[in-house]
């Protein structure tokens, strides 16, 4: 193999394949990043068995050819390198880089040994979707996933395809986030589970193209990702999703709308002194008001009044996890939120009133006296 390349474009693709190295694994490959020169393209491959991905770059190649070689090691040396062409020679087992005023040779591995990685997405079944759209609803979901590795399911995002839409559900098991986006196409109906860490891998991509291509392969038990030049793909995780439809309120007797930075600036308040109670504050609704309090037994107490507008039911007090409040705020694009409340035990329903397709809920806490 030998390939002429552009420093800049190589050392951003390595920098992308190096997050999905495993060079703590027991297959001591899974520490390589993969170099594979084609035709005119190269492909950089890299793999920790649960999230792959594959780039591929326009390039000069003089030879045809591939190697792995260690993911860290090529990363490091092609991003201190200053800006211009690089010339990559592979000849066995090892890579040699060089530019006009510097040369290294890494010691690889045969690329025979490398697990095979989807480098393209094909058409059927494929599904065409609105980066900045979808990208908003992963933020808008995720957040609401769980950190609990003995309920494995609980720890991703639930897609549910529908005839022109697909959901995107996340819970805890203390709070839910539901996100709805339209789309023009849809394969058949159906529900999949995909871990958090490739759809927060899909944030961090810069891509220039406004859509993203997304494929599920039934018979690998994956889901592949297409941005620009990059393939993204991952394992789908196996088990029955909570059936989270019966626990949304039907009914309604509270309903608060309120200024939703006013209501950010009253929980901040109120966290300085929840997080020495569990985290807990309490709001107590009015004719035209929220009172938010929180109380630290060592530190102090505090209650902040927010303006709003209540509908329908009787004084009402009810608890929640400060964090869960504050995360909901911050992943709402509209001015105004929209409380809905049936009881102090029973779940808060929270609206973006500028978005009716984002809902979120939350548990509220018990507390005695």
């Known amino acids: 193999m030998k390939i002429k390349i552009s420093q800049e474009t190589l050392a951003k693709a390595l920098l992308t394949a190096s997050r999905f190295v495993s ?29 792959s991905s594959s780039i591929s770059l326009a390039c ?64 059927p079944g494929s599904l065409t979707l609105s980066k900045d759209l979808f990208l908003q609803a992963i933020s808008q979901a995720s957040f ?6 003995t309920r494995p399911v609980l720890t991703g995002v639930l897609f549910i395809f529908q005839k022109e839409s697909l959901v995107l559900v996340a819970t805890d098991g203390f709070r839910l986030s539901q996100k709805k986006i339209k789309i023009s196409s849809s394969p058949k109906a159906g529900r999949i589970i995909i871990p958090k860490s490739v759809i927060l891998e899909l944030t961090r991509f810069s891509a220039e193209e406004d859509e993203i291509i997304m494929n599920f ?3 690998e038990n994956q889901v592949l990702f297409g941005i620009d030049n990059a393939v993204l793909s991952s394992r789908i995780l196996e088990g029955e999703f909570p ?39 309490k709001i107590e609704i009015g004719k035209a008001h929220l009172d938010i ?7 102090g107490s505090q209650t902040a009044r927010v303006d709003a507008k209540v509908e329908g039911g009787e004084k009402l007090e009810i608890a929640f996890n400060y964090r869960f409040l504050e995360e909901f705020l ?22 973006d009133t500028s978005d009716p397709d984002f809902l979120h809920l939350i548990m509220p806490v018990r507390v005695q006296g």
């Open 144 to 149: 609401a996933v769980s950190i609990d590795e």
């Open 243 to 281: 059936d989270f439809e019966k626990i949304i309120p039907k009914e309604t007797g509270t309903q608060v709308f309120l200024d939703k930075e006013e209501f950010l600036r009253a929980i901040k308040l109120a966290s300085v002194f929840a997080r020495e109670a569990a985290n807990i504050v």
């Open 23 to 51: 060079p703590k694994a027991q297959l001591p490959v899974l520490g390589n990043i993969y170099l594979s020169a084609n035709k005119a393209k190269l492909q950089i491959a890299s793999t920790n068995l649960e999230i």
């Open 60 to 123: 000069d190649v003089s030879k045809e050819g591939e190697i792995t070689v260690p993911g860290r090691i090529i990363t490091e040396i092609v991003s201190n390198l200053p800006s211009g062409n690089i010339t990559l020679e592979a000849e066995k087992e090892q890579l040699k880089i060089s530019t006009e005023t510097f040369e290294s040779t890494v010691s690889g591995m045969n690329s025979a040994d490398f697990p095979k990685v989807p480098t393209q997405i094909g058409k």
């Open 330 to 351: 911050h992943a709402v694009k509209g001015e105004e939120i929209k409380i809905e409340l049936s009881g102090p035990s029973s779940p808060g329903k929270f609206i």
């Open 293 to 299: 309090s929180a109380e630290s037994q060592t530190s």
């Open 217 to 219: 392969n039934q018979k």
